[in-house]
Nanobody, 126 residues
Framework: QVQLVESGGGSVQAGGSLRLSCAASGRTRSGYAVGWFRQTPGKERDFVAGITWSVGRTSYTDSVKGRFTISRDNAKTTVYLQMNSLKPEDTGVYYC???????????????????WGQGTQVTVSS
């Protein structure tokens, strides 16, 4: 079992910044990956960014490239998503998820991830 706990969501104006955290515990191991997904009402969870735990390879969806940065702190077993230049279309519930299988290439589909956090709301107003 792996437990994931997100934090750091909130409400900001367009152009602002937020940093999300995803703290992992339980049966984590080096050969896994963590992804961040965003979900809006009535839609599926969309891949935003991902990182492999051991080497730190990253991947981003096109709409956030240059604005969001994913990173990890091995000692704290925490993954961060730094979100800058936020836009109203970034609004949604952000979930982190763990993929315990082969971690690279990073998976983009939510059904390919094994464990999920509870989600944290991000609201960007114009």
């Amino acid at each position: 079992q792996v437990q994931l706990v997100e934090s750091g969501g909130g409400s900001v104006q367009a152009g602002g910044s937020l940093r999300l955290s995803c703290a992992a515990s339980g049966r984590t191991r080096s050969g896994y990956a963590v992804g961040w997904f965003r979900q809006t009402p009535g839609k599926e969870r969309d891949f935003v960014a991902g990182i492999t735990w051991s080497v730190g390879r990253t991947s981003y969806t096109d709409s956030v490239k240059g604005r969001f940065t994913i990173s990890r702190d091995n000692a704290k077993t925490t993954v961060y998503l730094q979100m800058n230049s936020l836009k109203p279309e970034d609004t949604g519930v952000y979930y982190c998820a763990a993929d315990l299988g082969r971690s690279y290439p990073l998976k983009k589909n939510s059904y390919e991830y094994d464990y999920w956090g509870q989600g944290t709301q991000v609201t960007v107003s114009s």
